[in-house]
């Protein structure tokens, strides 16, 4: 069974920054993509950046110059570095894997990020 767990939630002031890692139970080459969403209350889940096994990233509007995903694959781990927090940026953020074939999604636990002075 595949396990996803995330960590580097926190509260953080307007403007900081935190870093959230998913580490994954097996080899994370074998995800087709990875990626993080969030949730705020009474929202629905939404996306905020990609990785494919490849690199190639993709990001929400809110989410474009402010964050970046990456993933090690020697770890067994993908991050989102969060920079120039916003208030609206608190979310819960949940770590996401895809297999294409057969089709397979993977949700970690989620990690309560609050951004508030």
């Known amino acids: 069974q595949v396990r996803l767990v995330e960590s580097g939630g926190g509260l953080v002031q307007p403007g900081g920054s935190l870093r959230l890692s998913c580490a994954a139970s097996?080899?994370?080459?074998?995800?087709?993509?990875m990626g993080w969403y969030r949730q705020a209350p009474g929202n629905e889940r939404e996306l905020v950046a990609t990785?494919?096994?490849?690199?190639?990233?993709n990001y929400a509007d809110s989410a474009k110059g402010r964050f970046a995903i990456s993933r090690d694959n020697a770890k067994n781990t993908v991050y989102l570095q969060m920079n120039s927090l916003k208030p609206e940026d608190t979310a819960v953020y949940y770590c996401?894997?895809?297999?294409?074939?057969?089709?397979?999604?993977?949700w970690g636990q989620g990690t309560q990020v609050t951004v508030s002075s």
């Open positions: 097996t080899n994370i080459f074998s995800f087709n993509d």
């Open positions: 990785i494919t096994r490849g690199g190639s990233t």
């Open positions: 996401n894997a895809v297999v294409m074939f057969p089709f397979s999604n993977y």
